[in-house]
């Protein structure tokens, strides 16, 4: 059996009662990165076996871990922070379980864009969640389909990279199109910033440095 836990996106108290009990009966965890996952296991005094499965390696060991459920070994998947699968390893194990038959369950929990995308004030009835943009080949083209979607649209970007989308995506959707930028949810110096994408731009450009995990939420065009 493999369990997809989602785990806390920075304050270590966003996690379930049930990811906790998951976590001490389960023969072994696989985590993005080990020494990120035993900050979070240790302070909960859980020393089940972690194992790194991560985009560098999941192809390889994908099969041979699907090999061990079958054999009646029980897992649990993480990701660094966040729900497993969202920008971050775990669709091709699921996929694998799946097509084995293998039994999966994921817990629901914590994750970046949906509270950021109800705390900006836009509108959360429908909405496209786009995840990382391409860095180079294809960038412009992605930008030119999300500046078109008649809803609201989500992003996540690095902080060394923010000040050029917030650029980007003025030149795509226009400078008055409302945007919200939230950074470092959850945690001490946590900022949810709703504004035209130009105020954005002229508001962070300002910055001395930009810091923390940043989600960018766009109003929907209202063209059409």
Do not use: W
């Amino acid at each position: 059996m493999l369990y997809l836990i989602p785990t806390p996106i920075g304050n270590l108290e966003d996690i379930t009662l049930r990811a906790l009990r998951i976590f001490r009966e389960v023969n072994l965890i696989l985590a993005e990165d080990t020494r990120t996952s035993k900050k979070l296991l240790s302070h909960y005094e859980i020393e089940t076996p972690l194992r790194s499965y991560h985009a560098h390696n999941e192809h390889a060991i994908t099969g041979e871990l699907a090999d061990q459920m079958e054999q009646g070994t029980v897992m649990a998947l993480i990701s660094d922070a966040g729900m497993p699968g969202i920008s971050d390893p775990g669709f091709l194990l699921a996929r694998e379980c799946v097509r084995r038959g293998i039994r999966v369950e994921c817990l629901p929990g914590a994750t970046a864009f949906v509270p950021a995308l109800i705390a900006s004030g836009l509108p959360s009835d429908k909405f496209f969640f786009e995840g990382f943009l391409p860095h180079k080949k294809g960038r412009q083209t992605r930008l030119q389909f999300l500046a078109a979607l008649p809803h609201t649209f989500i992003l996540y970007e690095s902080p060394h990279r923010l000040i050029k989308c917030l650029g980007q995506l003025a030149e795509a959707c226009g400078p008055q199109r409302m945007a919200c930028v939230a950074r470092e949810l959850t945690k001490l110096h946590e900022e949810v910033r709703t504004d035209t994408l130009e105020g954005l731009r002229e508001f962070y450009g300002a910055q001395a440095k930009v810091k923390g995990e940043i989600v960018v939420v766009v109003e929907g065009s209202k063209e059409g």
